[in-house]
C-alpha cells in the first residue's frame, strides 16, 4: 500500500516530465513491443485463414530449413563481417578526419570540406543505387566506356562477386563518412583547452597531441558508438544491399544479408514462417553480442559500459 503511494505521488509530482515522455512511451509499446507478437510465426507453420494464434505450430522447422538449405550461415557470416569491417572503415575514416579538420586552422576550407563530406548522408540510396549502376553496367557504365575509350578489354564487375564486398564498403564509408566525422569533431571540441596549452609549453607536436590528449579524450565516445553500432551488426542496411545489388542472383553469395534474404524470401515464396524464423535469429544473436561486448567493456572499464 505504501509502495503505490509512492508512486501515486511520485507521478503527481513530476506529472510535466512524465507527460513530456509519454509519446515516445507510446511509441516504443506501438512499434517495438506490441509487434513481438509475431515472434510466434517463428514457430509456427502461418495460415492466412487461420491467423498467426490458430494456424498449427512447427516446432523448429522453419530454423531447420533455414540453416539446412546453407542459407542461413552465408547470410550470417555476409551480415556479420560486412557490418564488422563497415563499422572499422566508417568509424575509423570518421576519426582521422575529424582529427585532421579540428588541427586545420583555415576556417574557410574546414567549412567547406565538411560541407563536401557531409554532403553524401543527405542522398538516397535509391540515388547511389542509380549512381552504381550507370558506373558499373556492362553495356554503358561509365567504366566499360573508359576502358573501351582506353582499348582496353572489358570487364564485367557484375560477373565477379568478390569484388563488390569492396564496392560496397566504399560506398558505405562515402556516405557515412561526413555524419560520424561531425560527432568526432564535437567530441573534439568538447576538449579542454589548457591540456593542448600545456603540451605547447612542454614542446609537443602535433602527433603527440593527437596520441596523448586527443585520442585518449575522445576514447568513451568512440567505445559508445562502437557499442551502439555493434548492437546493429546483426542488421545489415537493407536499402543499401538492396540498392546497389537488386535483384542480380550473380552476387547473392558474396553480398546477400540477412534483411535482404528475409525480404526476398517472402516476395518470392511467401512463406512467413521461415522469414519470421531467420528475423528472430537475427534479434536472438544481435541481443547475445551486445550483451557479450558490453560485459568485455565493463571488465576493461566500467564508465565506458552502456549498462
Known amino acids: 500500500m505504501r509502495r503505490k503511494n509512492g508512486i501515486v505521488l511520485e507521478l503527481n509530482k513530476n506529472r510535466t516530465l512524465f507527460m513530456m515522455v509519454l509519446p515516445a512511451i507510446l511509441y516504443f509499446i506501438m512499434f517495438a513491443y506490441l509487434p513481438m507478437a509475431g515472434i510466434l510465426l517463428a514457430f509456427k507453420n502461418y495460415q492466412y485463414n487461420l491467423g498467426i494464434f490458430g494456424s498449427p505450430w512447427a516446432g523448429l522447422d522453419n530454423f531447420k530449413f533455414f540453416f539446412t538449405s546453407g542459407t542461413g550461415f552465408i547470410v550470417t557470416r555476409n ?21 585532421v579538420l579540428t588541427e586545420l586552422h583555415g576556417k574557410w576550407f574546414k567549412r567547406v570540406s565538411q560541407s563536401i563530406i557531409f554532403l553524401p548522408y543527405f542522398m538516397s540510396w535509391i540515388i547511389v543505387g542509380v549512381f552504381v549502376y550507370n558506373l558499373f553496367n556492362d553495356e ?17 564487375l557484375y560477373s565477379l562477386p ?18 560520424n566525422s561531425v560527432v568526432y569533431i564535437a567530441a573534439i571540441a568538447g576538449l579542454d583547452e589548457e591540456c593542448y596549452e600545456a603540451a605547447d609549453i612542454d614542446g609537443a607536436n602535433v602527433f603527440q597531441k593527437i596520441r596523448n590528449i586527443t585520442i585518449p579524450g575522445i576514447m568513451p565516445t568512440i567505445i559508445i558508438l562502437m557499442l551502439l ?7 545489415g542496411d537493407f536499402q543499401m544491399f538492396y540498392q546497389i545489388v537488386g535483384n542480380n542472383g550473380q552476387l547473392f553469395n558474396a553480398t546477400d544479408v540477412i534483411d535482404t534474404y528475409v525480404f526476398r524470401s517472402l516476395i518470392n515464396s511467401g512463406d512467413i514462417g521461415m522469414s519470421a524464423a531467420a528475423a528472430f535469429y537475427q534479434s536472438f544473436l544481435g541481443f547475445f553480442i551486445i550483451i557479450f561486448v558490453n560485459f568485455l567493456v565493463k571488465k576493461y572499464n566500467k564508465d565506458y559500459a552502456l549498462f
Open 162 to 179: 568478390s569484388i563488390w564486398k569492396y564496392i560496397i564498403l566504399f560506398f558505405n564509408s562515402w556516405k557515412w563518412l561526413g555524419y
Open 79 to 99: 551480415t556479420i563481417l560486412y557490418n564488422f569491417f563497415m563499422l572499422i572503415t566508417s568509424h575509423g575514416l570518421a576519426i582521422l578526419i575529424a582529427v
Open 229 to 235: 553500432n555493434i548492437g546493429r551488426i546483426m542488421r
Open 140 to 156: 554503358t557504365g561509365v567504366l566499360q566506356t573508359v576502358m573501351k575509350a582506353l582499348h582496353m578489354k572489358p570487364v564485367s
